[in-house]
């Protein structure tokens, strides 16, 4: 397990999926977090946490990332809490699908605002602090989804998380000299309530299909879990990752390697 004994953590999207995987992660390798998210179950998820680890600590931020005003506040409130902010994990994002022809240019806008705008100001919003330190750490979350692969209807899904990669490389030479560390994680599925949503645009009359479709094409035979997704990004924040900066780490169960479904030995 990696080790991020104190270091405070600002994880956005924190109240389910992903983010309830990262913060649990976290807080179970030592780490201080803030926990955000545009909902206020945030808070319900913090307290299964503080049960989980009584030792835990742990304050919450209601606010969206897409503000940036609200980013700085949030990035001010975990300094504030914890003395510093030591690693900042942008997390957030949504997806909605569409053919590409009827897609709104508010649901494109959406995912410009949430997975773009949203990463962007969550990291500027911490990098302050990290150079007030002379270090830190930034885990953003992209995906193999525009990078490396994609699916019909996800033109503004695939748009977006490819250009996280982008900034994921340009934000890790910018501040490498300033010894701050920025690395990229790609995910393919995990079971997440917003994978569930998608499950039931693909196919509303039997969501459970789609989900075990996906499963069915992934050599590991499964989604990945939250607390596996939080375990890399643990990894990536702690110092056990010193010397990894601008890195893509696909986190797919090889789902992104097969060739063909119908060729082979298997």
Not at 138 to 150: M, Q, R
Not at 174 to 197: D, H, W
């Amino acid at each position: 397990m990696a080790n991020l004994q104190g270091k405070a953590a600002l994880i956005t999207g924190a109240g389910a999926g992903l983010g309830a995987g990262i913060s649990e992660a976290y807080v179970k390798a030592g780490a201080k977090i803030c926990m955000v998210d545009l909902s206020k179950d945030v808070e319900v998820t913090a307290e299964t946490l503080r049960k989980q680890c009584p030792d835990a600590e742990i304050i919450t931020y209601v606010g969206n990332v897409a503000d940036k005003e609200q980013m700085r506040a949030a990035a001010k409130a975990t300094a504030a809490a914890f003395g510093s902010l030591d690693v900042c994990c942008a997390n957030a994002g949504v997806c909605r699908l569409a053919p590409f022809e009827e897609m709104s240019d508010e649901t494109r806008d959406f995912h410009i605002d949430v997975n773009i705008k949203g990463t962007w100001n969550t990291v500027q919003a911490c990098i302050p602090y990290m150079l007030e330190e002379g270090k830190g750490a930034v885990v953003i979350a992209s995906s193999v989804t525009g990078d490396i692969v994609a699916d019909g209807g996800e033109a503004a899904y695939a748009m977006s998380k490819a250009a996280l990669v982008g900034l994921t490389r340009c934000l890790a030479v910018e501040y490498a000299p300033k010894n701050i560390r920025v690395n990229c994680s790609q995910l393919g599925y995990a079971r997440t309530p917003m994978v569930e949503r998608m499950a039931r645009e693909s196919n509303p009359e039997d969501p459970e299909s789609a989900i075990t479709d996906i499963a069915r094409n992934v050599p590991l035979g499964r989604l990945a879990k939250p607390i596996e997704v939080g375990n890399l990004f643990a990894f990536l924040g702690s110092d056990d990752a010193s010397y990894i900066t601008g890195a893509q780490i696909v986190i797919d169960g090889a789902a992104t390697l097969p060739e063909t479904s119908s060729i082979g030995t298997n």
